[in-house]
């Protein structure tokens, strides 16, 4: 199967930035779409970006201007860019990753890392 091994989140005070980044290891024929979502206390899991692999990228409107999603497609690599951090952007924050393998179509998430923006 193909596992997704997520980093980079923590403690940050408002206005400060972090890097979120997810690597996919397995067996991968090709990716269709590399996506962070994350989950706030009493909230749905919302998608925040979206980068396919054809090229086309979307935000949520709440992050548009602040976080920038790229990716590495020769390390299988998502990365999230996450600057002035505001509170609300607290949450939980999930890569997701769908492909293709040898066999059939792939869609694998990452455990989750815990962002928290605080004073």
């Known amino acids: 199967q193909v596992q997704l091994v997520e980093s980079g989140g923590g403690l940050v005070q408002p206005g400060g930035s972090l890097r979120l980044s997810c690597a996919a290891s397995?067996?991968?024929?090709?990716?269709?779409?590399m996506g962070w979502y994350r989950q706030a206390p009493g909230k749905q899991r919302e998608l925040v970006a979206l980068?396919?692999?054809?090229?086309?990228?979307n935000y949520a409107d709440s992050v548009k201007g602040r976080f920038t999603i790229s990716r590495d497609n020769a390390k299988n690599t998502v990365y999230l860019q996450m600057n002035s951090l505001k509170p609300e952007d607290t949450a939980v924050y999930y890569c997701n990753i769908r492909g293709r393998n040898f066999l059939t179509d792939f869609d694998s998430w990452g455990q989750g890392t815990q962002v928290t923006v605080s004073s």
């Open positions: 980068i396919i692999s054809g090229g086309s990228i």
């Open positions: 397995g067996s991968i024929f090709s990716i269709y779409a």
